[in-house]
């Protein structure tokens, strides 16, 4: 079992910017470097989707269109903790952001393909 703490939401004006930061703790030992990481975002009335994920070595990273150049999702293996750089903030940016473990090194963009899930952090833009 992996457990899953996400920090660093808030409230925020368009333009800004946020760290969110996900620490991970129990069966991970020595294998976190082994999961791949994804953020994904949920919104009011809308489906989730990703907004960032990253490979179990960091070495690769995906960002869908809409957040590219705006977001950086990075990791420290040596900590079991991944972060999301959010920057120039959108009011469409604005959703509950969940943090994701998958029980393999490479990532996945669908959420049904992860493991476990943090609680949420929610972040809102206002314009």
């Known amino acids: 079992q992996v457990q899953l703490v996400e920090s660093g939401g808030g409230l925020v004006q368009a333009g800004g910017s946020l760290r969110l930061s996900c620490a991970a703790s129990g069966r991970t030992g020595d294998t976190f470097n082994t999961y791949a990481m994804g953020w994904f975002r949920q919104a009011p009335g809308k489906e989730r989707e990703v907004a960032a994920a990253?490979?179990?070595?960091?070495?690769?990273?995906y960002y869908p269109d809409s957040v590219k150049g705006r977001f950086l999702i990075s990791r420290d293996n040596a900590k079991n903790t991944v972060y999301l750089q959010m920057n120039s903030l959108r009011p469409e940016d604005t959703a509950v952001y969940y943090c994701?473990?998958?029980?393999?090194?490479?990532?996945?963009?669908?959420?049904?393909?992860?493991?476990?899930w943090g609680r949420g952090t929610q972040v809102t833009v206002s314009s």
């Open positions: 990253i490979s179990g070595s960091g070495s690769f990273r």
């Open positions: 994701a473990v998958r029980k393999g090194a490479a990532y996945r963009t669908s959420s049904h393909e992860y493991d476990y």
